[in-house]
């Protein structure tokens, strides 16, 4: 019996990219200004303007440019993997005799929509294949080899 499942705390991040480009430049605007802000509430003498805080809040944001827009390639980066790994875990539909797995969302009477397994899974995964033989089709492939103690073939037909 499987334990049930633990509900988590997720953050959904918007998937709208005229979304994420205001987030963006919200955090930048804000992190640019934030110095003079600071100053503007607690030394209201100083004006907002100063070239002091032009210098910081221009240096302030440059940098949450950069490390922002880094963070937002790298989320999206994991959301498109997450998604990947959601559709490899879902169950594929493989044909029982020949073995071809149907594409995700296609119709399974159109021929196109089947797919050998190997080159499904080395377009969708970083897997290598390498290819043998397991024993029993060995015996049906080769019935006249058998296969030694030392894991070498023998022909019995000589």
Not at 31 to 49: A, C, G, K, Q, R
Not at 66 to 72: Q, S, T
Request: proline letters at 8%.
């Amino acid at each position: 019996m499987r334990p049930p499942k633990r509900k988590s705390l997720s953050l959904s991040f918007p998937q709208s990219i005229p979304i994420q480009i205001a987030i963006y430049a919200v955090l930048v605007i804000f992190l640019s200004n934030l110095n003079s802000l600071v100053d503007l509430v607690f030394h209201p003498e100083l004006p907002y303007w100063d070239e002091k805080h032009l210098i910081v809040g221009g240096v302030t944001g440059f940098i949450a440019f950069v490390v922002f827009g880094f963070l937002l390639l790298y989320v999206r980066n994991l959301h498109d993997a997450l998604t990947k790994i959601k559709s490899l875990e879902s169950i594929l539909p493989i044909c029982s005799n020949c073995k071809k797995i149907r594409k995700p969302n296609s119709d399974p009477s159109e021929q196109g929509s089947w797919q050998e397994i190997e080159p499904y899974i080395t377009e969708n995964t970083s897997s290598r294949l390498s290819h043998g033989v397991c024993p029993q089709c060995f015996a049906v492939l080769y019935p006249r080899v058998t296969i030694k103690e030392d894991g070498r073939p023998h022909s019995s037909a000589h």
